[in-house]
C-alpha cells in the first residue's frame, strides 16, 4: 500500500475574508497559514479548495454553501469575527447553518484570553452544514496556529489543548473521512470506540 492510500483523501475548504486583500491592498497571509497548519498537523492526503473573498455577508454565505456543495468535509475561514461594523463572517456562517456547535468559539476565546483580554471582543462561531464543519479562525497567522494547535510550554507539553484535537472526532460523528493527525502538531481525541489502526506511513502531502 502507497502512502496516498493509507489514510482516507480529505477535501478542505480554506477562506480568507478581507476587503484589502482581496482587493490587491495586501498580501493575504490567512490562506498560506491555514494551508501550511493543516499540512503539518495532518497525515491524510489534502486537496485544498482556497477562496480570498471580501468583508460582503452574501458572498461568504455563498462561498459556505459552494465548498460544502463541492465536498469540503471541513471548511476553515480566517478574518471577520471582530465587532467593526465590516465584521459580518459570523453572521454569514450562521446563516447557513444545520446545526451551531458553540465549544469551539468557546475554546477559541478561552485559548486567546491567556494572551490579550480583547479576545472577549472576537466573535468566532463553528457550524455544520449537511455533512461538513465549517469553522471561523482568528484573522493573525499567529492566533490562527494558537487556536488550532492550542497553548504549550517551553518543554512541548500541552498547557490547553486547541480546536483542532475535537475536530477529527466530530468529522467521524458527521460522515465525513477518518482525519488522522500528526501528534507531535496536534493529537486528535477521539473515544476508544472510535479509534481505528493508525498506518505506518508519513504524511502524504498535500495538493493545493
Request: with cysteine.
Amino acid at each position: 500500500m502507497t502512502p496516498a492510500l493509507a489514510f482516507d483523501p480529505v477535501k478542505i475548504g480554506i477562506v480568507s475574508i478581507s476587503d484589502r486583500a482581496s482587493s490587491g491592498v495586501y498580501v493575504d497571509k490567512g490562506l498560506p497559514a491555514l494551508q501550511d497548519w493543516l499540512t503539518r498537523a495532518l497525515h491524510n492526503p489534502l486537496h485544498f479548495e482556497a477562496r480570498l473573498i471580501p468583508d460582503e455577508q452574501a458572498t461568504i454565505s455563498a462561498t459556505l454553501v459552494e465548498l460544502v456543495q463541492a465536498g469540503c468535509s471541513l471548511v476553515l475561514t480566517t478574518g471577520g469575527t471582530g465587532p467593526a461594523l465590516r465584521d459580518v463572517t459570523p453572521e454569514a456562517t450562521l446563516a447557513v447553518a444545520h446545526k451551531e456547535m458553540p465549544g469551539f468559539g468557546e475554546q477559541m476565546r478561552q485559548i486567546s484570553l491567556r494572551f490579550v483580554p480583547t479576545a472577549i471582543l472576537s466573535r468566532q462561531v463553528a457550524v455544520i452544514r449537511d455533512q461538513s464543519l465549517i469553522i471561523n479562525l482568528p484573522g493573525q497567522p499567529k492566533s490562527i496556529q494558537e487556536t488550532l494547535e492550542g497553548v504549550k510550554d517551553s518543554q512541548g507539553a500541552s498547557l490547553m489543548p486547541g480546536i483542532f484535537a475535537a475536530v477529527p472526532y466530530c468529522i467521524d460523528l458527521i460522515g465525513g473521512p477518518y482525519l488522522e493527525t500528526q501528534v507531535d502538531v496536534c493529537k486528535a481525541f477521539r473515544p476508544k470506540t472510535a479509534l481505528k489502526p493508525t498506518p505506518a506511513y508519513p504524511n502524504a502531502g498535500s495538493t493545493a
